[in-house]
């Protein structure tokens, strides 16, 4: 009879394996088990315990001002800018409430969604909005200066990780109206140009700070504290601009240029008892409130930072020059040939003329180059320099405006052989806008240089007014050569003049034209283009206004009478009319102008 056998793993198994004896199965201590645990949770305990202890009680302040620190949220309070006001007190700029459009790009949940809702409202593209806020960045801007109606309507959507912050907006109410004087000021709030950037310091004022503690989605925490500083508002300034003039002005230059296709103008318009500057006007323009449209040449103020040689307008200065050291009286007689040789170079007239017996008089009517070269002989090129450096040539005009350009004259110890007789009748020296009507004024005021001014007075916040600083007299040639040079300057808007076109029915006017080349910086050369003015006084026999006007590369016409006298006569038929100074109907008295003249 057959058994049955167990296979040796199975035997194995059931009795401990081999052929030892077998093994019995004895359960482990459960309580030894318990043990370990509880000292493992114990452990951890402890752990735990040790760093609440560390929280709460060691490092509690500390702990507490980190976490105050982590929501708290510090926001700048922009100061008001001071406004900029005409003469009387109309606004020229201003300062506007707006919202500046932020967001935490780590709050915004949804990027496409939000972009979708806000691309309409602020007037962007959606992807821009979306690019704004693909970011690590927790502060960004999405839209900077939006109105307050704007940003209520971005409120209004309650997005989360959107915000406002306070801030002010420069506009300014009449548009490009005394733009380039103004200047502008740049969408981050700093000063781009203009009286904006050198009275930056009084206009700007001190922005505030408001600190609050925030909660989720960095919105103010209303029982949280609070901390304000409030801010402080700009000074305010009151400039001596005539917003009426200066728009005649604007007009009436913008106009010319366009009918002489020339490549830009100026008009200045001077009291001369004062230096006050009632209009300024420079073309082509800006309009401030949209800087970034404008190239840098249209931003500038070229009555102060271009430079250019004044031509005849500056044979004032000779004349004047020559008077004041009696060299010489509006009666004296010159023999004045077409062209002659000074220095080894040929000077002539404009045009070809036999030779005149022209008085000084008649020398400055007619413009004559080499009878001013005459004139000027009489007293040497020290003196002719010293008198054109008191007329304010190459000197500062006072203004303190940036980018001013000063001019130049230089001293006789550079000058060439030629260089006398050319300065003499305005080459080879550079004059601003400013400093050139300024020239005129001088002489309209009995020969007592008053340094221009634009400043009236300053506005405190708490509207305490303070006038500006009035600027000193400088006596430059005394009140009889001034007085000569006026009437001698009538005889240019006579008939025998060349600014007829100058003339004002019912006043006397003084003027002078001046037509020079100008410079090719390419080539540091003369070439084909020329600078045209006129600058004239009104009236002639108590003058109230000066006026000056810069034509820059005139295409149609070349003549500073022809070019600049109608904007002249325009402008200072509204400023005399503005200050009520009534026509009185006298004729200029008539002067000599040749030899032959004198038994007249």
Known sequence: MSTSTRPPGLKGWLDGGGDGPARTYSPGDPSKRLRLLALGVAFVLTIFTARLVDLQLLNRSGRAEEAVADRTAVVTLPAARGAIYDDKMRPLAESVQAVDVTADPRL??????????????????KEQIVATLTTDKHFVYLAKQVTPETWDAVSSLDLRGVFGQRTTKRFYPSGELAANILGYVREDGEAGAGLEYGLDKELRGQDGQKIFESGLGGRQIPTGSEREREPVPGTSVQLTIDSDLQWVAQRAIEQRVKEVDADSGTV????????????????????????????DANRNNRALTEVFEPGSTSKVMTMAAVLNERAATPRTVFTVPYSFTRGGSTFRNHDAHPTYQLTLAGILAKSANTGTIEAAELIGGDKLYDYIKKFGVGEPTGLQFPGESDGYVPPPSEWSPTSFPTIAFGQGLSVNAIQATSVFATIANDGVRMPSTLIKNYISPEGAVQPAQAPEGIQVVDEQAAKQTMRM???????????????????????????????????????NSVTASFIGVAPADDPKLVVGVIVQNPKKSRYGGLTGGPVFREVMVHGLQAMNVPPTGKESPQMPIFSTDLGQ
Request: proline share 8%; with cysteine; aromatic share 6%.
């Open 268 to 295: 200045v318009a001077i009291d001369p008892t004062t230096g006050e500057i009632k209009a300024l006007a420079s073309v082509p323009t800006m309009n401030p409130n949209f800087p970034g449209q404008a190239n």
């Open 108 to 125: 915004v949940t949804d990027k496409d969604a939000t972009a979708d809702y806000l691309a309409p409202i602020l007037n962007l593209p």
């Open 489 to 527: 300057m009538e005889q240019v808007v006579g008939e025998e003049g060349t600014a007829q076109m100058a003339a004002i029915p019912g006043y006397r006017v003084a003027g002078k034209t001046g037509t020079a080349y100008r410079i090719n910086d390419a080539c540091g050369c003369y070439d």
